[in-house]
């Protein structure tokens, strides 16, 4: 199975999973199980079985009226000031009467005092701020746009695949057959930036040879290495600091005046779609755009508030916290694609950018006590580029008519799923409620919202969740069928090793994922691409 070989099946979905099986290695067991998964999914017209959706229980709805109730006394106190972001006793899911209100506030009262007999506040926090902010300029202000000649015309365009690796990747087998499966020769570059790599890293250069996967320097321990794989010296990363290793990638890669489309990829991702359909859709459907993936702003300004709101409301988790403080510093997905004229703004313009995303990232959700929200990845690249928009005089003073004419398309390509993020769309992925709030009683009977010193990222609550973002430990051909017909063309957060459930059997996803390539109706994937990783951004129907 997936040997790269392109099989011709009939119109429908079922004569074509044949064809493609028929095509492929493998047992013929594995065969049998995959080929009765794609039947019945086929036989059902892909439908969510009724098991999968996730109903609301009795006991959530009077959670929800509650907050209601809550929100509508808080927006009828004259003493309330929207605009008081600091005040901690004006944290609106506290106001109130009813008994929710009450248990929250005394609890939290409880834990104001006992705070108080401790050191100042915000230490920790001011501390972390000036440490990651202190590692990516301190990378971005060495990191400069390469001087290179122009392309020749009629030469291959190229792809360029930037990973980001602690030191490996886990699915190399299935990027080998990513990359093995691509038809044209010398339409990608890949450049790999490892963290924590066992031999130091070193300045290598390679070509490939005529596109046969071969350079003269191949390494066992570099990933890709067969495929012409670069590694980037290493620079200094932290968590939550890596803009300055992607503004060193993207230095590094323009190098190569045929590289026109710039991937940023994860080491935990996997691509849900063939090299082709990539190629097609970014190098000659839209060479000359970027695609970023936005979040939807929040509705409170403290963190706490905004939690305990979209628990009650099923939703999305990922929530833009800094355009309140300033509307053209806006979040958005790390994992985003750059056209070669973004990534050169991108690179030249890192330390205004950080500069600008700073200012709002020192207010936003004030009451984080041991961080910040967000991190520099997920702003700086689109401040990068309305501050050069703005430097240059051609600013309209609208954030999102400057983004569409400058060519930033709203396209999320990696999927991911933070929590209640997909409710009540096909791609919901989420734990029975119960077992949620099962969770988070054992750690502490909702101290994550009233113990202002709990560090929910770090605790073992956060784990059990697993919705900041989704881990997926194994995966259903059914919900992997449906990513693969969305049009995202990666994912990330899949654990190594990882295997797909098909019918009473599990197989790894090398060996499933390539097959479900081939039944990838192209036109109408490239319709369905989402602009918001959230139920927000469902692609409308065409």
């Given at each position: 199975?997936?040997?790269?070989?392109r099989?011709?099946?009939?119109?429908?979905?079922?004569?074509?999973?044949?064809?493609?099986?028929?095509?492929?290695?493998?047992?013929?067991?594995?065969?049998e199980?995959?080929?009765?998964?794609?039947?019945?999914?086929?036989?059902?017209?892909?439908?969510?079985?009724?098991?999968?959706?996730?109903?609301?229980?009795?006991?959530?709805?009077?959670?929800?009226?509650?907050?209601?109730h809550?929100?509508?006394?808080?927006?009828?106190?004259?003493a309330?000031d929207?605009?008081?972001?600091?005040?901690?006793?004006?944290?609106?899911?506290m106001?109130?009467?009813?008994?929710?209100?009450?248990?929250?506030?005394?609890?939290y009262?409880?834990?104001?005092?006992?705070?108080?007999?401790?050191?100042?506040?915000?230490?920790?926090?001011?501390?972390?701020?000036?440490?990651?902010?202190?590692?990516?300029?301190?990378?971005?202000?060495?990191?400069?746009?390469?001087?290179?000649?122009?392309?020749?015309?009629?030469?291959t365009?190229?792809?360029?695949?930037?990973?980001l690796?602690?030191?490996?990747?886990?699915?190399?087998?299935?990027?080998?057959?990513?990359?093995?499966?691509?038809?044209?020769?010398?339409?990608?570059?890949?450049?790999?930036?490892?963290?924590?790599?066992?031999?130091?890293?070193?300045?290598?250069?390679?070509?490939?040879?005529?596109?046969?996967?071969?350079?003269p320097?191949?390494?066992?321990?570099?990933?890709?290495?067969?495929?012409g794989?670069?590694?980037?010296?290493?620079?200094?990363?932290?968590?939550?600091?890596?803009?300055?290793?992607?503004?060193?990638?993207?230095?590094?890669?323009?190098?190569?005046?045929?590289?026109?489309?710039?991937?940023?990829?994860?080491?935990?991702?996997?691509?849900?779609?063939?090299?082709?359909?990539?190629?097609?859709?970014?190098?000659?459907?839209?060479?000359?755009?970027?695609?970023?993936?936005?979040?939807?702003?929040?509705?409170?300004?403290?963190?706490?508030?905004?939690?305990?709101?979209?628990?009650?409301?099923?939703?999305?988790?990922?929530r833009?916290?800094?355009?309140?403080?300033?509307?053209?510093?806006?979040?958005?997905?790390?994992?985003?694609?750059?056209?070669?004229?973004?990534?050169?703004?991108?690179?030249?313009?890192?330390?205004?950018?950080?500069?600008?995303?700073?200012?709002?990232?020192?207010?936003a959700?004030?009451?984080?006590?041991?961080?910040?929200?967000?991190?520099?990845?997920?702003?700086?690249?689109?401040?990068?580029?309305?501050?050069?928009?703005?430097?240059?005089?051609?600013?309209?003073?609208?954030t999102?008519?400057?983004?569409?004419?400058?060519?930033?398309?709203?396209?999320?390509?990696?999927?991911?799923?933070?929590?209640?993020?997909?409710?009540?769309?096909?791609l919901?992925?989420?734990?029975?409620?119960?077992?949620?709030?099962?969770?988070?009683?054992?750690?502490?009977?909702?101290?994550?919202?009233?113990?202002?010193?709990f560090?929910?990222?770090?605790?073992?609550?956060?784990r059990?969740?697993?919705?900041?973002?989704?881990?997926?430990?194994?995966?259903t051909?059914?919900?992997?069928?449906?990513?693969?017909?969305?049009?995202?063309?990666?994912?990330?957060?899949?654990?190594?090793?990882?295997?797909?459930?098909?019918?009473?059997?599990?197989?790894?996803?090398?060996?499933?994922?390539p097959?479900?390539?081939?039944l990838?109706?192209?036109?109408?994937?490239?319709?369905?691409?989402?602009?918001?990783?959230?139920?927000?951004?469902?692609?409308?129907?065409?």
């Amino acid at each position: 199975m997936g040997s790269g070989l392109r099989c011709h099946g009939g119109m429908f979905l079922l004569q074509l999973a044949l064809a493609v099986l028929c095509c492929g290695g493998g047992s013929q067991e594995d065969e049998e199980k995959v080929r009765a998964a794609l039947a019945a999914l086929h036989a059902n017209g892909e439908a969510d079985p009724p098991s999968n959706r996730r109903k609301r229980p009795r006991g959530l709805e009077n959670l929800h009226r509650q907050l209601e109730h809550l929100e509508a006394e808080a927006s009828q106190d004259p003493a309330a000031d929207e605009n008081d972001t600091c005040d901690d006793d004006r944290n609106g899911s506290m106001n109130g009467t009813g008994p929710l209100a009450r248990m929250f506030r005394k609890k939290y009262q409880e834990e104001e005092k006992r705070h108080s007999r401790k050191k100042p506040s915000g230490e920790k926090r001011r501390l972390y701020i000036a440490e990651k902010m202190q590692v990516d300029t301190a990378v971005v202000r060495g990191t400069t746009v390469p001087l290179v000649p122009a392309a020749w015309p009629g030469n291959t365009k190229q792809v360029a695949f930037l990973f980001l690796t602690e030191d490996g990747l886990d699915f190399e087998e299935l990027w080998d057959k990513f990359f093995g499966e691509a038809s044209a020769s010398g339409a990608y570059s890949i450049y790999v930036h490892r963290a924590h790599s066992r031999q130091k890293s070193s300045f290598r250069f390679a070509e490939r040879f005529s596109g046969y996967g071969w350079a003269p320097w191949s390494s066992a321990t570099l990933p890709l290495s067969r495929w012409g794989a670069v590694e980037l010296p290493q620079v200094e990363t932290r968590w939550c600091a890596l803009f300055g290793a992607e503004v060193s990638l993207l230095a590094r890669a323009l190098q190569d005046p045929h590289n026109q489309q710039f991937v940023f990829v994860s080491h935990n991702s996997i691509p849900l779609k063939s090299f082709d359909y990539v190629y097609q859709q970014l190098i000659k459907v839209s060479p000359s755009t970027s695609k970023f993936c936005f979040a939807e702003p929040a509705i409170a300004k403290q963190a706490t508030q905004e939690t305990i709101r979209n628990e009650f409301l099923r939703s999305c988790v990922f929530r833009d916290f800094w355009r309140a403080y300033n509307p053209r510093t806006l979040k958005h997905h790390q994992w985003v694609v750059l056209a070669r004229h973004h990534a050169e703004i991108v690179v030249r313009r890192a330390e205004k950018a950080l500069e600008i995303w700073h200012k709002s990232w020192l207010k936003a959700a004030p009451d984080l006590l041991h961080m910040a929200e967000g991190c520099s990845d997920e702003s700086a690249p689109v401040d990068a580029l309305l501050y050069d928009l703005e430097h240059k005089g051609r600013s309209t003073g609208n954030t999102w008519a400057d983004l569409t004419r400058m060519g930033v398309e709203q396209q999320c390509l990696t999927y991911v799923h933070w929590r209640h993020c997909f409710t009540d769309t096909r791609l919901e992925y989420s734990e029975n409620i119960a077992k949620d709030l099962d969770a988070v009683l054992k750690h502490g009977q909702l101290r994550m919202l009233t113990d202002r010193e709990f560090n929910f990222f770090k605790s073992a609550l956060k784990r059990e969740l697993n919705g900041y973002p989704t881990f997926f430990q194994s995966i259903t051909i059914e919900y992997l069928y449906k990513l693969v017909q969305e049009g995202f063309m990666f994912a990330r957060k899949f654990t190594k090793g990882m295997q797909v459930k098909v019918g009473d059997g599990e197989f790894p996803l090398d060996v499933v994922l390539p097959e479900l390539w081939d039944l990838v109706d192209d036109q109408n994937a490239s319709q369905r691409v989402w602009t918001r990783l959230s139920t927000e951004g469902k692609p409308r129907a065409i």
